[in-house]
């Protein structure tokens, strides 16, 4: 019996190791929602560009700021796809843990665990290997983006240095040419989450699929004493048949991958210009 309980004891913990897994690799897709604006203004994506700024000193704000990733775990890189078969299979090792967790405490209930296909990570599609339009948005395009809206947020930020300095007066060149210039690096990570495609009905043979992508910005909230509140965006196209996917060297998915990406940046951008 000891030997029996040692062995469901390692299953338990090996299957909520995967589960905890899982978790991480979709903690950016959790659908919490960015921090707004209370006023258009203060978006981040309203900052007035470098190019508006200007001064009689000389003294404006110069450099860029990019984004940097948050670490992530492998397989995010390229599209994957959730099928059927994913489902039935993580349904059975659900149905084993909670059969085997009822025979260690002898037989009593209570541990059933609901199960969503939104936890599964799937399959990598070979055939999209090495492709940059089948690659996650989340890695590259979705940063570089972010990082134009992350300069424009430094530079409103030391514009309003330099007014300091100038108002207080006593500043010396080094002190302004110092608040002038941007930071490499936003404080805000960029939270790469999944981008895949997820069948429709788990019944029928209809095969429809969904092109599904998530991102997070991780919020620089330390620094008003907060612990980190990331803001999330998702994006879901409508579903379609996994031919009609595949059709004209992956056209659909051509068309969605900007549609995703803009939906994403644009999202992302409401958040508060001062947590960045």
Not at 69 to 77: A, C, D
Not at 243 to 269: F, M, N, S, V, Y
């Amino acid at each position: 019996m000891k030997a029996t309980k040692a062995k469901i004891s390692a299953n338990a913990a090996a299957l909520r190791c995967g589960a905890l897994g899982i978790a991480l690799l979709l903690s950016a897709c959790v659908t919490h929602p960015p921090l707004t604006a209370t006023q258009p203004e203060e978006a981040a994506v309203s900052a007035p560009p470098l190019s508006s700024y200007a001064a009689a000193d000389g003294f404006v704000p110069v450099g860029t700021t990019r984004m940097r990733l948050n670490s992530y775990p492998g397989g995010l890189e390229q599209l994957r796809v959730v099928r059927h078969d994913h489902t039935g299979r993580a349904v059975a090792s659900q149905v084993a843990l909670n059969v085997g967790l009822a025979v260690a405490i002898g037989g009593r209930g209570g541990f059933v665990q609901s199960f969503s296909k939104d936890e599964l990570i799937g399959d990598a599609v070979p055939e999209l290997a090495g492709q940059s339009w089948a690659s996650n948005p989340g890695l590259k395009e979705l940063p570089q983006a972010l990082g134009e809206i992350a300069t424009r947020v430094y530079a409103a930020r030391a514009w309003k240095e330099l007014e300091r300095g100038r108002k207080e007066g006593g500043w010396t060149r080094e002190d302004m040419l110092a608040a002038a210039q941007l930071p490499a690096e936003a404080d805000a990570p960029v939270n790469p989450g999944v981008w895949r495609l997820v069948y429709e009905n788990l019944s029928g043979q209809d095969e429809l699929y969904r092109l599904q992508f998530s991102a997070g910005l991780g919020l620089a909230s330390l620094r008003f004493g907060l612990p980190p509140m990331p803001a999330n965006c998702f994006y879901q196209s409508e579903p379609v048949t996994w031919t009609a996917w595949q059709a004209d060297g992956w056209q659909r998915l051509r068309e969605e991958r900007p549609k995703a990406l803009a939906q994403c940046t644009e999202t992302l951008g409401q958040t508060k210009g001062r947590l960045w």
